[in-house]
């Protein structure tokens, strides 16, 4: 298996919603990201984890909340969001944190903020 | 100041002929990745460059890097439709204990008949 799965691929939600985004690999890797991506943008780094601990966090408002439950799992909760954050939310992730190997892209979850 | 460059921005050719995007970055780095994007779709990985001098190819793209110049291109070769789409190039670099990856601003290629 070397694929890095996200659900859902589309949301749409209100400015008072909670929903979360989840990612998903089976390939052993130990460092998982999540990027936010906004139209005609390159992607952007939010959050690095290595080894289930956050490492990084790139200045990310508090209302994205990540979550890594496990070493296979990476979640991203959402409240309170804004419009502005509607964009696509990349899912990623690489062998460790440190290392010569490709990092993986998942499909992306498409979010609109009403 | 880490930078990822691209040129051009804006790419339109016709059908049938050749061109060249240019990757350059700022800081040294051991991983350059080149991606494709269509529109409202994901990052799809076209080509990983690990050491300098190197060169690769899949159909009508062909990449290549020159870690001393910081430079790497994304050579085109009689262009078709079907490569319309933003190229990115991406460099791996590491920062304290861990590696990020740094986008170019990316490269819209509209290839016209």
Redesign the interface.
């Known amino acids: 298996d070397t694929e890095v799965t996200q659900t859902p691929k589309h949301l749409v939600m209100g400015m008072t919603n909670k929903k979360s985004l989840k990612c998903e690999q089976h390939m052993g890797h130990r460092a998982m990201y999540w990027y936010k991506q906004k139209a005609k943008k390159p992607p952007e780094l939010m959050f690095v984890y290595s080894y289930e601990k956050l490492s990084i966090n790139e200045s990310v408002p508090s209302r994205f909340s990540p979550e890594c439950p496990n070493s296979s799992l990476l979640n991203l909760h959402l409240h309170a969001l804004q419009p502005e954050d509607s964009a696509l939310y990349l899912c990623a992730s690489r062998t460790g944190p440190s290392s010569y190997n490709e990092q993986f892209f998942g499909p992306g979850t498409r979010l609109t903020v009403l | 100041e880490l930078k990822v460059e691209q040129n051009p921005l804006f790419l339109s050719m016709q059908e049938g002929k050749n061109y060249t995007i240019y990757c350059n970055y700022s800081t040294t780095s051991?991983?350059l990745?080149w991606y494709r994007q269509d529109p409202?779709?994901?990052?799809e990985?076209l080509f990983?460059l690990?050491s300098n001098g190197a060169v690769k190819q899949e159909g009508r793209l062909m990449a290549s890097l020159d870690t001393k110049a910081r430079l790497s291109t994304l050579h085109i070769t009689a262009a078709v439709h079907d490569l319309s789409a933003?190229y990115?190039c991406?460099v791996?670099i590491?920062?304290t204990?861990?590696?990020?990856?740094i986008?170019?601003?990316?490269t819209?290629l509209s290839v016209i008949p």
């Open positions: 051991d991983r990745y409202g779709k994901s990052l990985s990983v690990l933003t990115f991406a791996d590491q920062v204990s861990y590696d990020k990856v986008f170019g601003p990316g819209s």
